[in-house]
């Protein structure tokens, strides 16, 4: 037989002096709780002196359970899994100062219209070309690589637009007449890899998109670009990169072309002397093209062969995702 315990109801068997569960003794009746007044009476009844803290019987709080730290997102999603799309696309402080006003002309030639059929129809025409310059301007945004592609050694250092300098064909290293489609725009993103406080840095990336007129435009600039001669435009680019004051005696290793699923991929080991201590850098310059949308992805740094396979392949991934065929 047993016995229920008054205190916590655990079943004692009977004849045990105190509860196998809270130790109280089994068949005790316990102290009814007596009232205690509540915090309105200690304030409207002036005789009862307030309780005392020293002697008040310590209250119990949940031990808070910690929470797991998550875990580390990986460096880049696996290679099936596509980069996520932007939700609100990344607006230049120029370009919607541009936009902002051409809308103000437009609105003043609506006014001054005065419902000549004509007037308004050029403003129709005008409102619309705006709205998709702006469009093919947030796709070329929304197809640039982001610090959430690639993991958080990297540094965003910022979208901005491809300087008129760098639109159209400028460079001697090749004439071939399928480089000399000139784009309309481009915008620029730039990453550094591990840096520090005075500048310096394990590596760095840029992502440039560029928007032609056509699709055959595109094609044609990466025939060009795939032909055996551009590795002297390659070779050209990279020692432009490191050209600096500080930055003596380049020598490149000689440019190859890397089989690459993703992109048109050139590599290139260059050494030379850095504030008088020898040194040696890696680049890579990747092309790739879709519709009417051209890409440039340019690496430097010593990474490895897969880490920059598995790179070009995610941003390949969001640019896929991002530009119309």
Request: glycine share 8%.
């Amino acid at each position: 037989m047993f016995a229920k315990c008054s205190e916590c109801g655990y079943l004692t068997p009977e004849g045990a002096p105190l509860c196998k569960q809270c130790g109280a003794v089994v068949g005790a009746t316990p102290d009814a709780p007596s009232a205690l007044p509540s915090a309105g009476d200690w304030l409207t009844s002036p005789g009862m002196p307030p309780p005392d803290p020293s002697t008040a019987a310590p209250q119990r709080f949940a031990t808070p359970v910690p929470k797991r730290a998550p875990e580390a997102a990986s460096m880049f999603p696996t290679p099936a899994a596509k980069p996520p799309r932007r939700s609100i696309p990344t607006w230049s402080v120029a370009s919607a100062t541009v936009l902002l006003v051409a809308v103000i002309i437009v609105g003043l030639m609506v006014a001054s219209s005065g419902g000549d059929d004509t007037a308004k129809k050029r403003v129709e025409a005008a409102t619309a070309d705006l709205a998709a310059q702006r469009a093919r301007i947030d796709v070329a945004e929304q197809s640039l690589i982001t610090r959430a592609d690639l993991g958080s050694r990297w540094t965003d250092l910022g979208i901005h637009a491809t300087p008129a300098s760098d639109i159209g064909w400028h460079d001697a290293c090749s004439d071939d007449p399928k480089l000399t489609d000139r784009e309309e725009f481009g915008r620029d993103v730039a990453f550094s890899s591990n840096l520090q406080p005075d500048g310096s840095e394990n590596g760095h990336l840029e992502s440039t998109v560029l928007a032609y007129a056509n699709a055959d435009q595109v094609d044609r600039g990466l025939t060009a670009r795939r032909q055996p001669d551009f590795t002297t435009c390659i070779a050209a680019f990279d020692v432009d990169y490191l050209s600096s004051p500080g930055t003596t005696g380049i020598v490149g290793d000689g440019v190859t072309r890397i089989d690459n699923p993703d992109a048109l991929l050139y590599h290139e080991t260059m050494r030379f002397m850095y504030q008088g201590a020898p040194s040696t850098q890696t680049f890579w310059t990747a092309y790739y093209g879709h519709g009417a949308y051209r890409a440039v992805l340019t690496i430097s740094g010593n990474f490895s062969t897969d880490y920059i396979a598995e790179l070009v392949h995610v941003a390949r991934q969001r640019f896929d995702t991002h530009t119309p065929a």
